[in-house]
């Protein structure tokens, strides 16, 4: 039996599957040849991470494949249906990414509400000569206690982003179009059993009363922020994208950072990853990462861990 994980998979799990007997490739192989390799190899489980695309015409053309495994939680690279209609198991890790997500989240809103991915741009430039005007331009910061944090989606990562906000005392409003109930319960922590209450609002009443707003939402053919959604946002409020690309509309969202009515954004992701748009790269109210939510070592281990027992299950059936 054996596996390409095209996009890389963490030691530990290597070590997992081949002392269950899997022969394992870490090769990068491009698009244009995975399909030979698949086939000239006899691939029967294929990993892959955001960057392989999954399509029809591959599901068609590889019959070996018996399983494609997500290492995260989005599964837009793949064909999902398609495959399961040919009897291939896909697999993806849900829960393995959403700490380190929400804490990525967390890591933009600090950074914005002090300023600090501005500062960390011009304190080496400026800092010896304009000291004291740097001090006075980054002056204004706001705490997170205290403010209500607008959290889109309340999947695994929303609900690890709403246990962060309640520990440093934010408010938490949530809204998930799933989910019919008027509140739910979220854990403190791993270690207590103290709980606190998600009260779910509207999306209308939801970006009214948020100072801050972060998505962790799938991919969608229409964007959740847009035009109408940027005007019901409070005057000097701001957002965080950590989900998918394609969700907040980037040109709405200068627009709104220019008038000043949206305060600063956060993005990990974007609607043209990955080649990200200039003037969002250049915005200077915006702090940036590379697409790296799910991008530690500790993740990693996690992922590599939950897929190798995946397929480990799957063949002891």
Do not use: W
């Amino acid at each position: 039996m054996k596996i390409l994980a095209n996009d890389g998979i963490a030691k530990n799990a290597v070590e997992i599957l081949k002392k269950n007997g899997f022969e394992v490739y870490l090769e990068k192989v491009d698009k244009e040849n995975l399909i030979e390799f698949i086939n000239t190899n006899k691939i029967t489980v294929l990993l892959v991470r955001s960057a392989t695309q999954v399509r029809k015409n591959l599901i068609d053309k590889c019959k070996s494949l018996k399983i494609v495994g997500r290492g995260g939680v989005g599964m837009d690279n793949i064909d999902v249906e398609y495959a399961k209609s040919k009897d291939i198991l896909v697999v993806n890790t849900p829960a393995a990414s959403s700490n380190s997500v929400a804490e990525l989240v967390f890591a933009h809103l600090f950074s914005g509400s002090r300023f600090l991915y501005d500062s960390n741009r011009n304190m080496p430039l400026e800092g010896e000569k304009n000291f004291k005007s740097l001090k006075k331009n980054y002056s204004k910061g706001i705490e997170l206690k205290n403010k209500n944090l607008g959290i889109i989606g309340l999947g695994k990562i929303g609900l690890e982003v709403s246990r962060i906000g309640f520990g440093i005392g934010m408010n938490i409003l949530g809204f998930d179009k799933f989910i019919n109930e008027n509140s739910i319960e979220v854990k403190l922590n791993d270690q207590s059993d103290f709980t606190f209450k998600i009260n779910l609002t509207s999306l209308d009443e939801l970006l009214e009363k948020s100072d801050f707003v972060t998505l962790h939402v799938p991919a969608q053919k229409e964007y959740i922020i847009g035009k109408k959604e940027f005007k019901k946002m409070k005057n000097g409020s701001a957002i965080i994208n950590a989900s998918r690309g394609g969700v907040v509309d980037e040109v709405e969202l200068i627009r709104n950072l220019d008038t000043g009515k949206i305060k600063f954004a956060g993005l990990d992701t974007f609607e043209n990853e990955p080649t990200p748009s200039v003037s969002i790269l250049m915005h200077p109210k915006i702090s940036l990462t590379p697409h790296i939510g799910a991008a530690t070592s500790e993740a990693q281990d996690r992922i590599g861990e939950e897929l190798a027992e995946q397929i480990c299950e799957f063949y002891r059936k």
